[in-house]
């Protein structure tokens, strides 16, 4: 069997990933990147956010892969995790003002991916996974974890955390998002899932 991840399926890719492969978990998303990007981009209007809430899909998708459910494609999944993901960023966007549609692109196409809640087996591997998640932030830099806390944890938005840490809004995007990158080295260099 040829075993070059670029010729597997997704669902092999899954299989992979989860027997610690992270060249194919790399492959898999890479499958989704651009169309996830360009999904995105076309709702918020911003390369930047959408470059961060693509990061951030990265980064959950991979510590969420064991919930992933093969009823439904690879596809659906990780857009619904970078969808859920944009809702959060719209919200943030109308609580200081502004609006953007989280049900339609700007054709007006209707957005209606597929949701499936955990089971207490997917809880427990949750948690796990949480835990996993708590031991890489603490060999961050202290910067880098107190970005990825406000973040991602208490999900403060950036104005928020500009204001928290007396930074300038370019400065705290500019450290979450060096801070997601050291993350993601992280996860790749432990080869861990």
């Not at 970078?82 to 054709?107: E, H, M, P």
């Not at 500019?174 to 790749?188: D, W």
Request: one cysteine or more.
């Amino acid at each position: 069997m040829d075993i070059t991840p670029q010729k597997l399926t997704d669902q092999e890719l899954v299989e992979q990933t989860l027997a610690g492969n992270t060249i194919c978990y790399e492959t898999l998303f890479d499958r989704y990147r651009h169309p996830l990007y360009a999904a995105i981009v076309s709702r918020c209007g911003d390369e930047q956010d959408a470059g961060d809430i693509i990061q951030e899909t990265y980064v959950k998708a991979y510590f969420n892969l064991p919930r992933y459910n093969a009823d439904y494609t690879f596809g659906q999944w990780v857009y619904t995790i970078a969808r859920n993901l944009f809702i959060d960023y719209a919200r943030r966007k109308r609580s200081a003002g502004s609006t953007v549609s989280i049900d339609s692109n700007t054709t007006g196409e209707m957005i209606n991916p597929a949701c499936d809640m955990p089971n207490p087996e997917e809880r427990i591997i949750s948690r796990q996974r949480s835990s996993l998640l708590d031991n890489l932030l603490e060999e961050l830099p202290a910067h880098y974890r107190t970005m990825i806390q406000l973040r991602f944890i208490k999900e403060y938005s950036y104005e928020e955390i500009a204001e928290q840490l007396g930074m300038p809004i370019g400065t705290v995007k500019t450290q979450i998002h060096r801070a997601r990158e050291r993350l993601c080295r992280l996860i790749t260099a432990r080869q861990l899932l």
